[in-house]
């Protein structure tokens, strides 16, 4: 008998915020993106040592839905530009939240670069596209 492993699973409609640019107008939105939140049930375990091998090595994940968005700009559908359309929870739990990216302080390095240690090749002004 196959491994059914709907069963094994509570699915949960989710939406997550996400910001892309549009690949035709170039203007970057914010839109929400539909996903469907699985996650292992503790109820129901199967019976078989085969099966319950199994049912050990699944993990609580997120799915995305939505391929395709519409730009709010120029209104042109384009792909979400992403190899990931499946996500595990515990390494959504490592990464910082999109908020505490913009908040982050980015200052300039203590001390200058010193250029005197460079190559010449990055030193020398250059003589443009001609060559």
């Keep these: 008998m196959a491994f059914d492993e709907k069963a094994y699973f509570q699915d949960k409609p989710e939406h997550r915020p996400a910001k892309y640019a549009c690949p035709r107008c170039k203007r970057t939105n914010e839109y929400s993106i539909r996903w ?45 530009p992403s190899h990931h359309s499946l996500l595990f929870t515990d390494q959504l739990e490592g990464l910082p939240k999109d908020e505490d990216v913009a908040d982050a302080d980015v200052t300039a390095p203590a001390t200058p670069l010193d250029r005197s240690q460079l190559p010449a090749r990055f030193t020398r002004p250059t003589k443009g596209w001609r060559g």
């Design 36 to 80: 469907m939140r699985r996650t292992k049930r503790k109820d129901r375990q199967p019976q078989g040592a085969e099966d319950r091998a199994k049912y050990d090595k699944l993990r609580d994940h997120l799915l995305r839905l939505d391929d395709e968005l519409t730009c709010k700009t120029c209104g042109k559908k384009f792909e979400v």
